[in-house]
């Protein structure tokens, strides 16, 4: 009897068991269930502006990079035309900013608001800016907009921190720096005329000019002083020489005392106008030089005080065509800011219909003014990739 009471109580306990572990089980799934209904209920993120704006279908294909300034990418380029209606809403110039660096870059002048689409008393959109951007046509930065006044000649230093830039008024032509690091001017003066402007290989000094005078600024003394020195709009320093490109051919100098090594002159016919250089261009190490005539184009190498050269035919792109911007080793060629093109050069320094085109420009007046900068990154290359060519 007590054995049947014993069994009895120990099957009790073990159903009663059972019973708590299954209610435990019910309790524990429903409690799953309200989480994941909590969960499935919790508010999705909201979207951003320019996400909304990108969520919308766009007949131009355009894409908002921010509220008011898009990308498009036209005829099947794979180079985006930018549009830029808010220049306050586009990054800046940041030294910072490793990625920025890793391709040669271009400065260059842009009125971005020039255009129907801003606003006739919007004053600081259809001012003048300075912007720059890789040599591939990506990341597009903005670079000075804290002056009033139509571009006349901008030149960025070698170490990349630095800006040269004269701008004219009403008032007069102003020469300033800009500091990239701090965002601080130092005024250089207002002069009647345009400038040219030369940068020391270390960034140290800067050369300026105007008309026939010469000035020597040094950075970290904030001196500025006469001095006679020789150099033009398409000048070098580079490995303690001075490369310049003067009207009739190249002089070659040595920077620390100031004096003439040796100079490059092809062999020219015809009157002295017509022997002018009206164009010219140097890489950035001096070695090549580019300069167009009325009738002919040569291509100098100043390390073997040789050149090459061309007559000019109408309509006709030619081996030497138009080499505004000259890459390292003289391996890439890049002509305009706006409407853009990047040429490849072959082993000759020649062109030979290796091209990529693009329109890198969307609103406002035509960009001007470029040079290059940053010009020994990537080796030089002015693309990651060179499959994009031709």
Known sequence: MKKKIILSVFIGILLSGCEQESVSRLNSRDNSAEKSAVIERKPAKPMSIVEQKNA???DDGRIYITENNYIRYMNGSSQPTFYIYKAKEWPKEDLNNQSSYDLPRVVFRWDNGESGDAPIDDFYERRDKVWSIKTDGTDLRLVADEFDGIVQSIKMSPNNRY??????????V??????????????????????NFLWAEDSSYLYFSDKWKKWKYTVLTKEIEKF???????????GG???V????????????????????????EGDIESQIFRKRTISPTGKYVWVETWTKRYLIDT??????????????????YDFEMIGLGANYTKLGSASTAVFKLNGKKEYD?????????????????????????NDGGFFKNAEVFK
């Open 56 to 58: 919308q279908h766009w």
């Open 163 to 172: 800006l040269a830039l004269s701008y004219s008024t009403d008032e007069g």
């Open 174 to 195: 102003f020469k300033v720096i800009k500091d990239l690091k701090t965002g601080e001017y130092a005024e250089l003066g207002k002069y009647p005329e345009t400038t």
């Open 228 to 238: 006679d020195v020789k150099f033009s709009n398409a000048s070098i320093v580079y």
């Open 241 to 243: 020489k001075r490369y």
């Open 245 to 268: 490109v003067h009207d009739f051919g190249a002089g070659i100098y040595d920077e620390k005392n100031n004096k003439l090594l040796y100079a490059v002159i092809p062999n020219q």
């Open 303 to 320: 390390y073997r005080q040789t050149f090459n050269v061309e007559e000019i035919i109408p309509n006709k792109l030619g081996k030497y």
């Open 353 to 377: 219909g290796s091209y990529v085109k693009w329109y890198q420009i969307g609103t406002g007046q035509s960009a001007s003014e470029g040079s290059l900068y940053n010009a020994f990154a």
